[in-house]
Structures are given as C-alpha cells and as structure tokens.
C-alpha cells in the first residue's frame, strides 16, 4: 500500500532522512518509532507533499510521488503532529470546510459530518466552538476530519503526544477500530507503548536511518525475551536472555538483588542505538 524506496531527505548539507526503504501493507497499523529529531515527521510529510524528497521514490496505493499528487491527495487522511483546527468554528463546520475543500457534495457532507461526529464521539458537542475543546476532543475532531472523504490510508503523526494515559487509551481504542475497519495506519510516535500496543510491526529509525523494522514481539524476541535488571556501583546494569528459566539461573550467580521483566522496545532500541527512546 505503501511503498518507500531509498528516500532521501536533506536540508542544506544535513540528511535527516538516510536512505530509508520500508513497504507498509494493506490494512497494517505501522509504526516508525524513534527520538525526537529522527526524521519521523520529515517522513509523514513527504507521504503528504507538505514538502519533497531529495531523492527516492514514494509509492501509495500503486500511484506515484510526485506524478499522481492530486489522485493521492483523494486516497489519504492527514492527522498532524500539532492542532490545526480553527478555534472560532465550531466541531460540525470545521469539518464542513474540510468536506469543501474535498469536493463532497452537500448531501455526501453532511451525511459523513453526522456519522464521523457519532464515531469519535462528539456528536453532542457539534454546535460548540472548538476552542472549548479538551486536547484529546480536538484530537478525536482532527481524526473525523481526516476520515472525512474516507481515505484509505491514514497518517497519524505522534498522535497522543501530550494527552493523559486515560485519553491516550481512548484514542487507541478509535485507531484500532479505524485499522479493523480497513484502514491502512501510519503512525509515528516515541511512546513505545503505543508502537507495542497499536502496531502490527514497528520500524525503528534513528537519525533518518532504519535500524530495525518487525513485529514488536519479533523485535523483542530479538535482543531476548526476558531481561535482568539489577544496581552495580550505582549504576543500572541490564542483561538479556531467552527465557525466564536462563534469566532466573543468571540471578542466582549475582549477589545482590535483580529483577527479572519482559523486554520492551525501548530495551530494543537501547540495544541497537546505545541510547533511549524516550531519553
Ligand atoms: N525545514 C527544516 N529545515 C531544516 N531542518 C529541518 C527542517 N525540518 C526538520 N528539520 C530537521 O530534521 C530532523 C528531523 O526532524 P523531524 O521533525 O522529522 O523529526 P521527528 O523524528 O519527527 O522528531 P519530532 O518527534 O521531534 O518531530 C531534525 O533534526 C530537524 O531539526
């Protein structure tokens, strides 16, 4: 569905994104994960022609960047990073504008307007002024926003950055709901509960460049399924092993007191960058 092949970005003589090739298939959740800085929302805004690649290609839905922008346009739903709605206007006529700008006609808009305001759960606040919206109300707005021409593709970029766990939980409740109703989902996020919990299969970028790209579990399995993490002249020693049973043996050689837990992505990316995610 989409398809990424040696893409290059570059700002002066800085390359934020290094050659990063990944395909996405149809009806995944898929995940670039990595620290602030990484290249993730270069990424997104390349697949949305807010800006251009120096070099590579783009492929979605079997069309072309830059040839077929207008036909892509059509085929894809844009959440970003950063609010984007118009406080003054109320939840129903932000998306009003959005269907006008798509083309929808009346009949179609309101028909969708109604629905998608049902599906995120803001129906009885359609009449209210966003500027009264909570950040997880405005998010869900921008989510029915993006659904409104109903794309098939939908970019979500750091989508709960900022909101509190119970909000965030809702907000993955709708992006899995979304994903199980046949949409392809992009994602870029630094919380990796989120990649863990959300995405079919995550691809780790550091630095613009691919450092892994798998399942979470394929990913943790990887540096081992189960990690020992125990204090050594005041710093937090860690060590990875296939099962509890090899991680319990090795505690038993240590003399002072260890915990044993599953590995997580974080430790993935620790492994293979030296460096946290989150950090
Ligand atoms: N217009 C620009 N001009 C110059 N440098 C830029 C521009 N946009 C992004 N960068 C740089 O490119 C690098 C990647 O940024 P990007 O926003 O894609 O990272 P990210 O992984 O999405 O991180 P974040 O989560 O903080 O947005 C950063 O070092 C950033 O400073």
Known sequence: MIELKEL??????????DRLTVTIQ???TFGLLGPNGAGKTT??????????????????????????????KSLIGVVPQFFNLDNELTAEENLELHGRLHHMDKAERRQRITSLLEYVELDDRAKDPVGKFSGGMK????IARALLHRPQVLFLDEPTVGLDPQVRRRLWDLIRRM????ITVLLTTHYIEEAEHLCSRVAIVDKGRLIALDSPKELCHRVGQFVVEWTEADALRTQFFASREAAAQFVGTLSCAAAIRH??????????TGRKVTG
């Not at 290059?8 to 994104?17: A, E, H, Q, W, Y």
């Not at 290609?57 to 207008?70: H, K, T």
């Open 263 to 272: 590995s997580n992505l974080e430790d993935v990316f620790v492994e293979l």
């Open 43 to 72: 990424t997104i805004r390349i697949l949305t022609m807010l800006t251009r690649a120096t070099a590579g290609s783009v492929r979605i839905a079997g069309f072309s960047l830059p040839e077929d922008e207008q036909k892509i």
């Open 8 to 17: 290059v970005k570059r700002f002066g003589d800085r390359t934020v994104i």
């Open 179 to 182: 994903n199980e109703e046949g």
């Open 139 to 142: 998010r869900r707005l921008m």
């Open 26 to 28: 149809k009806g995944e």
